[in-house]
């Protein structure tokens, strides 16, 4: 579990959580590190960091945020939400309690063993559940199914046929279903008509 942590003023409390931390100094630092690697949560200092937070998700980065302040008033905490961040707590709280909530979202949204991640898309292969921009979206059974099938055999190509005697579909049906998951965000490339591929890019 990755975590980018841009508070300085509880920098020594947090260096406690048992994960890979990595720590911003600056505004500009945030950028970089973004920039260079996918984090799975963000710590931030609310004061410093709302700024930062939504100039991210401007960039489409929703990547779930943790705000510490020293601020808890209901107007602060709803400027919180409104930009997506999973949780809120003056830094009066313990850390343990901070472990307990990244603990609870990781078994939630990316237990490697039920949780296939895609850009910015969440698939519980457990539970059949899709999450894009941490909101659950509701899918066919067949949609999950040639998605779990994608999933199975990424940046590889699939012929058409082949899926469609899987699941004993028309062609007009396989271009509806692969329309429908585009829009969602993936990737999936089909070549002359007769192979398909969901691409994630290295």
Do not use: C
């Amino acid at each position: 579990m990755n975590i980018l942590i841009y508070d300085n003023e509880w920098r020594d409390s947090l260096s406690y959580l048992p994960y890979t931390l990595t720590f911003a100094n600056d505004e500009d630092e945030v950028y970089e590190l973004t920039y260079k690697k996918k984090f799975d949560f963000y710590i931030f200092d609310f004061e410093n960091g709302y700024k930062v937070l939504e100039n991210l998700r401007e960039s489409k980065d929703e990547t779930f945020t943790i705000f510490l302040s020293n601020i808890e008033t209901f107007q602060v905490q709803k400027k919180a939400y409104k930009i997506g961040n999973e949780f809120f707590k003056k830094r009066v709280t313990y850390i343990e309690e901070i472990r307990i909530k990244i603990d609870y979202l990781k078994k939630k949204f990316f237990d490697l063993d039920d949780i296939i991640k895609y850009k910015d898309i969440y698939f519980n292969v457990r539970l059949r559940e899709i999450y894009h921009n941490n909101k659950k979206v509701n899918l066919t059974t067949l949609e999950y199914e040639l998605l779990t099938l994608f999933f199975k055999n990424k940046n590889k190509y699939l012929s058409k046929d082949v899926i469609m005697d899987t699941f004993e579909i028309s062609e007009g049906s396989l271009k509806v279903k692969i329309s429908q998951l585009r829009k969602l965000g993936f990737d999936i490339l089909n070549t002359r008509g007769l192979v398909y591929k969901l691409e994630e890019k290295q």
